[in-house]
């Protein structure tokens, strides 16, 4: 074979296997292309698959919503949905009726400060400027950790509440004038008896003074008494304002230096104002520092201690070493017209009950018969920095995380 027939034979045969490696590409790149569109098709349906699942979830979703506004706009209270920035973004027309618009955007705080005022002896209610008042409750969100108020309507429900305690006060009160009338008689005769022996000519200087005096403490029980009766009467509403917490002590220390017992008294608060009803708040005390005092023997010993309990807190501690209580006497002790005493009204410790109340407080009694007595005050949020503070969020509210917090 020639050399020109050698590189024939050779260039024809790289020309086969040129041909043969393209027609195996070929083949490669058709069942590539066909496996592709094998993939593009299945990614296609399920593309479709997911978009009609989606869409499908989309309309549930927006039957819920849906559903949800409805539910929304029936509910008999108000209901306003804030985002974690406490901006209202949602509301139904209640709620619109209650607080006015604007509304969807506001801030809460500032929607509250504009449309709710503060109720003093019911830090979970406010007032509208029209005189209804709404229960507020708040829930947390749990996924964007917003949160939802609802606005409950109780003005019928409290002037319900009115009524009912007003009928039973005045049943008291009918109970009360009949056991008034005989404390007031007894002292006032004994006073009248008093003030008929001064003015006689045998009656010495030194009886005409002790007769004064007399005549002075039978008044003053009958003033102590008819302070009880008007309290007790105004079932605890009382004028709350600004005072001196050291005035107060003071006074009560003058009172107490002049009984016959060993009287300590311990202020562990910074603060001084305060704010409350002074008066009524030093009859209150007074009134148990009294049981005390009765309860001990002539070498008996009374201590008071006011600290503070919590922020906003102030505890006052009143304790004896007299003749204690037992268990029954003690759950009846802040009945009305309960009494021990022969010459008792039964009235002294359900003033002190009342005027307790009445600062949004509570008072409770631990004694142990022949151990001695101690009473325990507590009155919430009486200074008027921390009565100011908790005001100024707005609203004082009740969170239900099964737990109260506006």
């Known amino acids: 074979m020639t050399t020109a027939n050698k590189q024939q034979a050779q260039k024809a045969e790289r020309l086969t296997d040129a041909f043969r490696l393209f027609n195996q590409l070929s083949q490669n790149l058709s069942d590539s292309y066909q496996g592709l569109e094998t993939q593009v098709a299945k990614l296609t349906q399920e593309l479709a698959a997911a978009r009609s699942e989606r869409l499908k979830t989309l309309v549930e979703k ?52 504009r449309r709710l005022l503060p109720v003093f002896d019911t830090p979970h209610e406010r007032q509208l400027s029209d005189g209804r008042r709404v229960n507020i409750t708040r829930n947390a969100l749990d996924n964007d950790n917003g949160q939802i108020v609802l606005l409950s309507d109780v003005s019928e429900l409290r002037s319900l509440q009115d009524m009912l305690a007003q009928q039973k006060q005045l049943s008291a009160m009918g109970e009360m004038v009949a056991s008034m009338a005989h404390q007031v008689r007894t002292p006032l005769a004994t006073a009248i008896l008093y003030a008929s022996q001064m003015n006689k000519p045998a009656v010495t200087d030194d009886k005409r003074q002790r007769f004064s005096q007399k005549i002075l403490e039978r008044l003053h029980h009958l003033e102590r008494q008819v302070n009880d009766m008007l309290i007790f009467a105004k079932q605890g509403r009382l004028t709350m304002e600004v005072f001196s917490l050291r005035h107060l002590l003071a006074r009560i220390a003058e009172n107490m230096a002049e009984m016959d017992i060993v009287f300590d008294l311990e202020n562990r608060l910074p603060v001084d104002d305060m704010l409350g009803n002074e008066d009524a708040l030093r009859g209150a005390l007074m009134n148990v520092l009294n049981n005390a005092v009765e309860a001990c023997d002539p070498r008996g010993r009374v201590e008071m201690t006011v600290s503070r309990q919590d922020e906003g807190s102030l505890q006052i501690k009143i304790t004896d070493n007299g003749e204690g209580m037992s268990a029954q006497q003690q759950q009846r002790l802040f009945e009305p017209f309960f009494t021990t005493k022969l010459n008792g009204t039964g009235l002294g410790l359900a003033v002190v009950d009342s005027v307790v109340k009445a600062h949004s407080g509570a008072i409770r009694c631990s004694s142990t018969p022949g151990q001695g007595t101690t009473f325990t005050l507590v009155l919430p949020c009486i200074n008027q920095y921390s009565f100011a503070l908790s005001s100024a969020t707005a609203v004082v509210e009740r969170e239900v995380t099964n737990d109260e917090t506006v």
């Open 62 to 113: 927006e039957k819920i919503a849906a559903r949800l506004q409805q539910i929304l706009a029936a509910l008999p209270a108000a209901v306003v949905v804030l985002d974690a920035a406490e901006q209202v973004i949602d509301c139904n027309m209640l709620a619109i009726d209650l607080l006015g618009e604007p509304l969807l955007g506001q801030g809460w705080g500032g929607v509250v400060q």
